[in-house]
């Protein structure tokens, strides 16, 4: 079945030391979002890639950054954790983004399993 | 601004009795709203993608409809297997196809 993976499911780090958390997917989708879920709190955008363009969200942290090596990947890096990092982390992809003809079933967003970070 | 409000905030039903959850939004231009299935601990599941008012779409037990201001998520004879947050997404379809989420309302079905 075509699916959105995510690796690690849990991820266990140290406050200042540098996590990667990784998304593949087997959709051949064109865009791959990341996003933040804090508990009880609804998910929120860090950036996109619509194939090689990166798109950050005005308000996401110089903390957090991303890679997509090939159409397949994507990771999430972040460079210094702070305790307030600790969240669940969600990769989505769709076919198309807002840049294509984004309407129908092709701006429909799938979701991955998610990586539930933890900061000590 | 474009903004999502979903309420109740929690719901709480007896296995068989229907009810309706709801979304209200304010965006400028839809091109989109999203319906999702999260169990805790998971990622958001896809149930159903609206476009235009009037549209409807059914799954099973579930049952979305639309409007110009809000949307609805009937349930019909829920079992306790359908407990799970329900999210609530709009797009404008602008330059990220960013997903505009309410905070989601919490189902709970007793047996």
């Known amino acids: 079945d075509a699916m959105v993976i995510q690796n690690p499911r849990y991820q266990v780090t140290q406050f200042g030391k540098p996590v990667t958390l990784s998304c593949s997917q087997t959709?051949?989708?064109?865009?791959m979002y990341w996003y933040q879920q804090k508990s009880s709190q609804a998910p929120k955008l860090l950036f996109h890639?619509?194939?090689?363009?990166?798109?950050n969200e005005a308000d996401t942290p110089d903390n957090f950054q991303s890679r997509r090596p090939n159409t397949s990947f994507c990771f999430l890096d972040i460079r210094s954790p702070g305790l307030g990092d600790a969240a669940m982390y969600l990769c989505?992809?769709?076919?198309?983004?807002?840049?294509?003809?984004?309407?129908?079933?092709?701006?429909?967003?799938?979701f991955g399993p998610g990586t539930r970070l933890t900061v000590l | 601004e474009d903004q999502v409000t979903q309420s109740p905030e929690a719901l709480r039903l007896q296995e068989g009795e229907s009810s309706s959850l709801n979304c209200s939004y304010t965006v400028s231009g839809l091109r989109g709203l999203f319906w999702y299935r999260q169990d805790p601990g998971k990622g958001p599941e896809f149930l159903f993608t609206l476009y235009s008012a009037g549209e409807e779409k059914e799954k099973e037990r579930l049952k979305a409809t639309l409007t110009k201001k809000e949307s609805f998520l009937h349930i019909t004879a829920p079992k306790p297997e359908d407990s799970a947050t329900y999210l609530c997404?709009?797009?404008?379809?602008?330059?990220?196809?960013?997903?505009?989420f309410g905070t989601g309302t919490l189902l709970a079905v007793q047996p």
């Open positions: 989505a992809t769709s076919r198309e983004g807002g840049r294509g003809t984004g309407t129908g079933a092709r701006n429909t967003q799938y």
């Open positions: 890639y619509y194939d090689k363009d990166f798109n």
């Open positions: 997404a709009v797009t404008d379809g602008g330059a990220t196809n960013k997903l505009i």
């Open positions: 959709l051949n989708h064109n865009v």
